[in-house]
């Protein structure tokens, strides 16, 4: 009887899991078993394995194998076990040396000429695997460059299952990469573009500022959408473990690239009113993959025609507006997405969207309806709402020129590494996510500032939520 191990790494959400592969080979009924809750695409993967192995120049073990995976109750999911099963079979069978991959995590889908085919989910893989103290791995290449951002471990780059065997042999060796320096952020659209809409400019850079969420509201053609696409070049980029943070997301939804596989600039993510519940939140069969609310973590999430979106798809929105988080319970368990984005929702203030109010020709009974397709629960969760201004001729003949985004950006910075201090001790990052009761309490402003807040909670006007956002906001401003 012949045993031999290695490691592998399950994924549930943005957290990894280290999964022990032990391969058994001994005397029986000539078969291939595998144990351990695996899914179908895990299940087929006995049949590539073989095949693979055999297009790499060995021999399949002519006797009973047992792999198992460990921890056995925690389903398996995916095809980025193959490496691991094949090479650990053949140290079982004493066809490699076994010492290295005792000590080292293998992820990767095999092809059946035994090429390496990238997985998703490299990154956060391999950061579960540094936490729990292991220091080597070896993935696909084409995932390299993402894998070489985690600091702290030896990582090998394959590009076939043969490589891989000669180097466990100490007869070859596997590429290296240095981690990929940060890309420059790309040149956005400006926020000069924008003609007129003071307010709605000024809103837009206290959003960025504290990082609010904000909807914009007027007819068409005021500039509404934007606007919204030059909120993330406001923002400053991202800090070393929130670009982590952001990468781990974007890998296990498969958009990262080789020549950029770091995410250093705040994400924006722009949706379409069609787009599913699934396709908002995240989901799909066995465990659910991210959807757009983490997509766009640290960065912005648009939704365009707001209204338009159904209340379903709007009402999931709340709990990451509250919590920062989305928590999906699926068959296999719970995945949990990070989802700290800025919101910014865009829409019409009736159905027939005149240039000017007085235009209207809808009912009110439509126009009560269309409007509360945005319920109160969720917009007490919005900080700024403003209503755009209808263009004119003077907001074409601006007298000065409209600040460009580079110096809203400079205040945007200020204002932010201000907030940053403020709050180091607590480990907040921005004013809108400081708790109620800490404003009220730790942080309270005079008696005198708050007068109006006070008036509005005893006629009803405002919610304690909307007087704890009221205060969040004037921390950016006073």
């Known amino acids: 009887m012949a045993l031999a191990r290695t490691w592998s790494v399950a994924l549930f959400g943005v957290d990894g899991v280290p999964v022990e592969i032990e391969a058994d080979v001994g005397v029986g009924t000539v078969k291939t078993q595998l144990l351990g809750l695996p899914d179908a695409a895990l299940h087929e993967s ?7 192995v055999r297009n790499s120049g060995h021999d399949w073990p002519s006797q009973r194998v047992t792999l198992g995976l460990s921890p056995a109750t925690l389903p398996k999911n995916g095809s980025g076990y193959d490496l691991a099963i094949a090479c650990v079979v053949l140290a079982a069978a004493k066809a490699i040396p076994g010492e290295r991959l005792a000590d080292t995590v293998l992820l990767g889908e095999l092809a059946l000429d035994g090429r390496v085919r990238a997985v998703r989910g490299v990154l956060p893989a391999l950061l579960a695997a540094r936490r729990s103290g292991l220091t080597e791995a070896v993935v696909p290449v084409d995932a390299l460059s993402e894998a070489a951002l985690v600091d702290g471990m030896t990582v090998h780059g394959a590009t076939t299952l043969a490589d891989v065997l000669a180097w466990l042999a100490g007869e070859g060796t596997l590429r290296h990469t240095t981690p990929p320096a940060a890309a420059p952020p790309p040149d956005g659209p400006d926020l000069a573009d924008v003609i007129g809409q003071p307010e709605a400019r000024w809103a837009l850079e ?3 500022a504290g990082g609010h969420h904000i909807l914009l509201t007027g007819p068409p053609g005021t500039g509404k959408t934007m606007l919204a696409q030059r909120l993330a070049g406001l923002l400053p980029p991202l800090s070393p473990a929130e670009a982590l943070g952001v990468t781990a997301v974007h890998s296990i939804a498969g958009l990262l690239s080789p020549e950029t596989p770091l995410v250093a600039t705040p994400p924006f993510v722009s949706l379409h009113h069609s787009t599913s519940t699934v396709a908002l939140i995240g989901g799909g069969a066995g465990m659910a993959k991210p959807g757009a609310m983490s997509r766009a973590h640290r960065g912005v999430l648009f939704l365009d025609e707001a209204r338009e979106f159904g ?7 709340r709990t990451a507006l509250e919590e ?17 984005f800025q919101l910014v929702m865009a829409t019409n203030p009736c159905p027939c969207a005149p240039p000017k109010d007085i235009d ?34 003077m907001s074409n003949a601006e007298i000065t020129s409209p600040e460009p985004t580079s110096t809203v950006r400079e205040r945007v910075h200020k204002a932010r590494t201000r907030a ?9 990052l921005t004013n809108a996510e400081v708790p109620g009761p800490a404003l009220r309490r730790d942080y309270a402003l005079p008696r005198h500032t708050t007068s109006v807040l006070d008036r509005a909670l005893t006629t009803g006007a405002l919610t304690g939520r909307g007087a704890d956002r009221c205060l969040r906001v004037t921390w950016n401003v006073i």
């Open 46 to 52: 006995k049949d590539r394995v073989k095949a693979a």
């Open 324 to 340: 920062g988080e989305v928590r999906l319970a699926r068959r296999d368990g719970i995945a949990r997405y990070p989802a700290r």
């Open 311 to 317: 209340t379903a798809k709007l009402e999931a929105l």
């Open 206 to 208: 206290v959003a960025a």
């Open 420 to 428: 940053t201090e403020r709050w180091a001790s607590h480990g907040w």
């Open 360 to 393: 209207c020709v809808c009912l009110p009974a439509a126009r009560r309806r269309y409007q509360s397709k945005l319920s109160g629960p969720l917009l007490d969760r919005v900080d700024l709402r403003v209503v755009m201004r209808p263009l004119t001729a």
